[in-house]
């Protein structure tokens, strides 16, 4: 708005992937609808992702001018109707995009150029004392977490000390030490709570050089150098620089997402940053904490969102077709699921589990549901009226209807026999079946099926629940994200995985299918990420920063 002063504080989204937790940032708004984050860079090292964030930069752009012509173009690319997305005739577009193209940086953190431009990034973005830095992102977690590590501890001569991705956190330090930001805000998988290097604990050794980042860089200890308090958004609980990292439970530190409106049961560790001399000053004014909010229904209890919930409403669709390692003669679609329904239902004990198997897979077989697309039509059925209203809204977001990245996966008649199985079993059981659980004919080839390391290689999300932690694994196979609906038969989309994930049903994954899957797979989910702004934002304005 011509004349308003800028008081907008600066993001910079650090190992941002597909954008999952800049998206949070960039579009938290206050009621007056003015959005008091602006992100002034995402630094990612994929191609895919780096071209996702762009988009979605270019968008937020878009969407804020609220110029329709603009945006029909726009959704036209986002549908595959058109090349490009920007509108030619179209100077604001264009601008736009440059500034969304400046915005994504396509580097790996931690090598010697990407520094300065970090650096260019910063000061282009006019940081000061009235406009601060905030950081926020997520180190690659792949040598924290238990499957990760499980891998390395099967590499002949695997070191963890020599394993550079336990230390991309120390990006974080050089930028806390060299630009002073007002805080920050850190994601990694819970398994690095219990992550050891040369036989010592890392989390201790992360919490005391995130609070003396100069200290930990070896720098001239006589000048000052910023000191940062470490605060749980769960409790409030904290750690200062002078503490025994003995003395806090680093549990405290876990955001268990099914609380807080999240469809899955995703459990992080996010550790948030403050200023220390800003975190006295807070102690001087004797504020509350601002802290993450759990949902709760009218009757004040505990409220979690299903897997149902935000499936239900998208259109069907059906597994296509793969004859790739498969017994079976090629065939069509009815051909080969009423073959499922002869061959696999009499090997089931169970006369219920049977039955419904054998009518589940002949529903199957007659139906006429397609495997979809890039951009599906919506069905008219696009129903989020069983969600909180707030959630709701953000899935559908200014947007015309649009189901995007909406494509099944192939599969061959075998996998989907076993998928039909885990769909029907978990439908009248409540649960996902284990190996143990499954007929012996529908026991995949694979030498570690009976010895129960994977008992639940084939993994249906069942209805009403939250889903399990998607991962993204689920880029190599769909076997741990089976639809709860027998009839479709099938894993789950990349636009299902981001529902379960709480991206806006707008937001668009560029790259092949496998790519994103692993952008969807790895982000932080925006909706939560949007309620961890509301956090930070409450906390600086409560110092003095921004406008109310």
Known sequence: MAGQVDTQIRVMDLFAGSGGLGEGFATFELPSGRRPFRIIASVEKDPAACRTLRLRGFYRRLAQTGDQS?????????RGDRESPVETNSAMAQTAWKQAS???????????DTGPLLQTAIARAGVSPTTPLVLIGGPPCQAYSTVGRA????????????????????????????????????????????????????????????????????????????????????????????????????????????????????????????????ADIFDRQGGVFPRLSPLTGPDGRPLSISTRQVLTGLPPLRSGLSWHQSI????????????????????IEDPELRATFEQAALRAATSVHLSGGRSVATTGANNLDTLPADLATWYRGIDPPLVLNHETRKHMPEDLARYLFCAVYARLKGTSPKAAKFPAALAPRHRNWKTGKFDDRFRVQVADQPATTVMSHMA?????????????????TVREAARLQTFPDGYFFEGNRTQQYTQVGNAVPPFLARQIADVVWALLRQLGYGVP
């Not at 603009?70 to 986002?78: E, F, I, K, N, P």
């Not at 050794?205 to 995130?210: A, D, F, G, V």
Request: one cysteine or more; a negative charge.
């Open 476 to 492: 190599k196979d769909g076997h741990y994200f089976i639809h709860y609906d027998p009839v479709q038969c099938r894993s789950l």
């Open 328 to 347: 079976y003669p090629s065939g069509d679609w009815h051909k080969t699921l009423s073959a499922l329904a002869t061959d696999f239902g009499p090997m």
């Open 151 to 278: 891998r390395n501890a099967g590499t002949a001569g695997y070191q963890p000390e020599r394993d550079g991705r336990h230390f991309l956190y120390r990006v974080y330090l050089e930028l806390l030490r060299d630009y002073r930001p007002v805080a920050f805000v850190m994601e990694n998988v819970k398994g690095i709570l219990s992550s050891h290097v040369a036989g010592r604990p890392l989390f201790p050794r992360i919490l005391q050089e995130l609070t003396s980042p100069a200290v930990a860089g070896n720098q001239d200890g006589r000048r000052v150098h910023p000191r940062y308090r470490i605060y749980s958004l769960v409790d409030a609980c904290s750690y200062r620089h002078d503490q025994n990292p003995d003395s806090i439970q680093p549990e405290r530190f876990i955001i268990q997402a099914e609380y807080y409106g999240i469809p899955q049961t995703r459990h992080r560790v996010i550790l948030f940053g403050l200023l220390e001399e800003l």
């Open 102 to 112: 400046e915005e994504v940086l396509e580097h790996t953190l931690g090598e010697p």
């Open 70 to 78: 603009v945006l029909d173009t726009y959704h036209a690319y986002v």
